[in-house]
């Protein structure tokens, strides 16, 4: 990817049919307002946007849930959310690659912060557009009504808190 710079990779696994392939629950973040982790646009790289209408100059990793589109980038801009399309260089539906190509330094991409911390106080990624950052996250659990296993009703009132 650094040797090519016009190339562009997708990488994608099956999108799961959540209880019908045996999980047990799934968790996925909700894309709806209001939007409980903090989100962060991070980079390994050395150039830097200074408002978020400069992305589609930058070499941006965008994450797609498998099966849908790619998710916008979210940034509060003068109290008003709003969510950007910025063509991407990288598209990942997994978190391992997604993460790799971020810390190898390929792109920017907003991350969750809390998963980040030892990156960012390592000096391995770098906070990006903060005056920027949007409002918390809220996520949805699916899961089964009946037949709860203990262990699954244990993380459901953990989730719930």
């Not at 810390?103 to 911390?117: C, D, F, K, M, N």
């Not at 903060?130 to 996250?137: A, D, L, M, R, S």
Request: overall charge positive; aromatic content about 12%; charged content about 25%.
């Amino acid at each position: 990817m650094v040797r090519y710079r016009g190339w562009r990779l997708r990488c994608r696994h099956p999108f799961p049919r959540y209880i019908g392939d045996g999980y047990d629950r799934a968790l996925h973040r909700s894309t709806s307002s209001p939007l409980s982790a903090g989100l962060a646009l991070l980079s390994g790289s050395f150039r830097h946007p200074r408002h978020p209408n400069d992305l589609p100059g930058h070499d941006v990793i965008r994450y797609r849930f498998p099966g849908s589109q790619r998710l916008p980038l979210t940034f509060n801009v003068n109290d008003q959310v709003v969510r950007l399309d910025p063509p991407p260089r990288l598209v990942f539906d997994d978190n391992h690659h997604f993460d790799f190509a971020v810390r190898s330094g390929l792109g920017i991409a907003q991350l969750y912060r809390a998963t980040e911390i030892p990156a960012i106080e390592a000096g391995e990624l770098v906070e990006l557009l903060t005056e920027f950052e949007p409002g918390p996250v809220q996520f949805k659990l699916y899961y089964p009504t009946r037949n709860q296993p203990p262990k699954l009703r244990a993380f459901i009132e953990w989730f719930c808190g």
